[in-house]
């Protein structure tokens, strides 16, 4: 055991130990040759380098350091090939040596043949040679898999248009779409599926000096599949997304991004039940998956042009749906109708599909069947564009706010990413010229914008839609996927980015994790559990959308709004719940610059009441970027609220200590006590402690 410890030392204590061994082996002193290595490189990232500790006139001591390089796998076993020559070995340690003189073969001791990526295992040994001699390596293998290409492949298949009557009546369609793979596919895997939408966009172009100019003034491709020689280039809108797809492709997903030009995109209305085609966005969306299926059943050949065989390559356990504009529209319509009781798309897509997550930026709200889709049962962010002209109201905020009042069997978070300076078109690559208003403004109001209005796109604007998207798929998509990049969207976390963004979020719709305090969905005056509500000072308040509006503050100590949601002497247990969950904004002329600001009491059941904690630390009650509130989520961790008898409280009390300008108010909504479902990333403490 002595020589074991000693030997691992390097400089003076190797020709300690080096001598040691001379003297003992009744050879010549030993002579200290200094660090010299050689090393070797074996298949898959595994290396051995080899390493002197000492030498003398008849032997050596050396280590050899064995590293695994491989960018993702641990080794389950390594051995190394190692000539000593005419030698013979008189001390080896940590390791297992098949022989004593020539050529052995090295392996590791019992349980410790793992080497994790980008870590080593070091074994030694002394030798006495006739002669001056130095060994060498020979060889070095393990179990490690094939090292992954780097990268992606971009492919695309286009099938024959046809009238496809499950699809949409009277119009030639066509499955089109680009298929993003990892360069390098692993042997017997399975891997999950994204699908990508894009939005309505003119389907014919013509290239000048810096862009594209799209127009579809005549509709040309979506009726005939053909542009007119003014605007001869087919616009590849499901191409505008490939930064994003790339990356996750990467990853280790597949990516199908679809094409909806034919007999889709347009100007021509469609149905009264469904004016925008997003229904029938949804169901080609469900095509694409039954021929996916089919492929990787194997009962039609994968098209040659993908360039791989998806027999048995595709899990439709872990799908994830990505849609912008009518394309987020379509591909929450496209959920929905898989599940809709009755339905016939899960007897034609060949295996079960599970939808784990969908994703949406500046998405319409339109009927599709005669009614407006709101998802439930499944993880849900949207991607709200400051500066979008398209979507101007902001119609993926209203899908936000129905999904408080969706019942959940499976609870799954729902939030939405408010990215200040974003415009609508620039999410997209393909869709080179800014949205603007009817006036022809194109900019933000009240904040810089992340884009040149007279440049083709924006790269930084890009960037908030790549984090954001990969950090939703890879927290809620495959079976490898990290929860913890969840915390992107969720206020209980930092937000880790240096551009502005205000986050909504609450994390399903189900008592267990989100238990309703106030929605104010009664008439002014009475709270949500039919009780009457409580104020002093000078303010007016008012109920409506679902939405309590205090005005006319003039603060004081003893200026407070109260709800009641429990007559005293009774309460709710709150001691399972984390937050106190609340929506806020400013009220008052978006135009006109100042920060508000209010405290927040819990009510116990004998009517004391807890210290007031500021809302300062957790939303900044500024000017919104223009006239839309968007009422950002506070998550206020219960502990914060010192004297609150969180095993029965009856009340949460605003109170306005602080002065008000004339014409300035707070907006309230969505009071909740919530649970943490959000796993913390590495390194990263929850907001407020």
């Known amino acids: 055991m002595y020589m074991k410890s000693v030997s691992h030392y390097v400089g003076s204590y190797s020709l300690l130990f080096a001598v040691a061994l001379a003297a003992g082996c009744g050879g010549a002193p030993a002579e200290k040759v200094g660090t010299t290595s050689s090393a070797l490189t074996g298949a898959n990232g595994i290396k051995a380098d080899l390493v002197f500790d000492s030498q003398w006139g008849q032997g050596y001591c050396a280590r050899v350091i064995v590293r695994n390089d491989h960018p993702s796998a641990t080794t389950g076993s390594w051995s190394v090939s190692l000539d000593v020559g005419p030698g013979t070995t008189f001390t080896t340690w940590d390791a297992v040596f098949s022989g004593t003189t020539g050529v052995v073969t090295v392996t590791p001791q019992s349980g410790s043949g793992a080497i994790p990526p980008s870590q080593s295992r070091q074994f030694g040994v002394c030798v006495s040679t006739p002669s001056p001699a130095q060994p060498s390596i020979l060889a070095v293998s393990s179990d490690l898999p094939a090292v992954p290409a780097q990268g992606a492949v971009i492919t695309e298949y286009k099938l024959p248009p046809d009238i496809d009557p499950l699809v949409l009546e009277g119009r030639a369609t066509e499955l089109w779409a680009s298929f993003y793979r990892p360069a390098a596919l692993e042997p017997g895997r399975q891997y999950p599926l994204l699908v990508f939408m894009h939005g309505s966009h003119p389907t014919c172009g013509r290239q000048t000096a810096d862009r594209r100019i799209d127009s579809d003034r005549d509709g040309s491709y979506g009726d005939t599949g053909e542009c007119p020689a003014t605007h001869p280039i087919v616009v590849p809108s ?222 930084a604007q890009q960037e908030t839609g790549r984090r954001a998207a990969v950090s939703f798929f890879t927290a809620n998509v495959g079976v490898e996927r990290d929860e913890a990049a969840g915390a992107l969207f969720d206020p209980a976390f930092p937000l880790p980015v240096d551009y502005r963004v205000d986050r909504g979020y609450h994390p399903g719709s189900s008592s267990g994790v989100n238990l309703l305090l106030e929605d104010f969905i009664n008439p002014t005056g009475t709270s949500s559990y039919d009780l009457a509500n409580e104020t002093g000072g000078t303010l007016t308040l008012t109920h409506g959308e679902r939405r309590a509006f205090v005005s006319n503050i003039v603060a004081s100590p003893n200026t407070f709004f109260q709800t009641n949601f429990a007559p005293v002497g009774s309460g709710f247990d709150l001691t399972s719940y984390d937050f106190l969950d609340v929506r806020a904004d400013r009220l008052g002329d978006f135009t006109v610059p100042g920060v508000v600001s209010f405290g927040i009491q819990l009510v116990n059941e004998d009517d004391s009441r807890s210290s007031p904690v500021s809302i300062d630390p957790y939303l900044v009650l500024g000017p919104p970027a223009r006239s839309n509130l968007t009422l950002p989520t506070a998550r206020i961790p219960l502990s914060a609220f010192e004297g609150a008898q969180l095993g029965s409280v009856r009340a949460v009390r605003f109170t306005f200590t602080t002065p008000y300008p004339e014409g300035f108010g707070v907006a309230l909504a969505n009071i909740r006590a919530t649970r943490l479902t959000t796993p913390a990333p590495a390194g990263l403490l929850r907001s407020g402690g």
């Open 238 to 459: 499901h191409r505008g997304y490939d930064y994003i797809a790339t990356d996750l492709a990467e990853r280790g997903y597949f990516v199908l991004s679809i094409n909806t030009n034919r007999g889709i995109n347009g100007l021509r209305a469609g149905s009264e039940q469904d004016p925008l085609y997003i229904g029938a966005r949804g169901r080609l969306l469900l095509r694409h998956l039954e021929r996916l299926s089919q492929w990787d059943a194997g009962l039609i050949d994968t098209p040659p042009e993908l360039g791989v065989d998806l027999e048995g390559r595709v899990d439709f356990s872990q799908v994830g749906l990505f849609g912008h504009s009518r394309g987020g529209n379509g591909v929450r319509f496209a959920y929905e109708e898989y599940r809709r009781s009755g339905s016939g798309w899960p007897g034609l897509i060949k295996e079960p599909v599970v939808f784990r997550g969908i994703f949406e930026i500046g998405p319409t709200d339109e009927l599709a069947n005669g009614q407006r889709v709101t998802p439930s049962d499944v993880p849900w962010n949207v991607l709200l564009p400051a500066c979008d002209w398209d979507q101007s109201n902001l119609p993926g905020l209203g899908v936000f706010e129905r999904t408080f009042s969706v019942a959940e069997a499976t609870p799954s978070a729902k939030s939405f990413y408010h990215v200040w300076g974003a415009n609508h078109n620039f999410y997209n690559t393909e869709w080179m010229t800014p949205d603007a208003n009817g006036g022809g403004y194109t900019g933000c109001f009240n904040h810089e914008p992340l884009f040149d209005p007279q440049a083709p796109g924006s790269a």
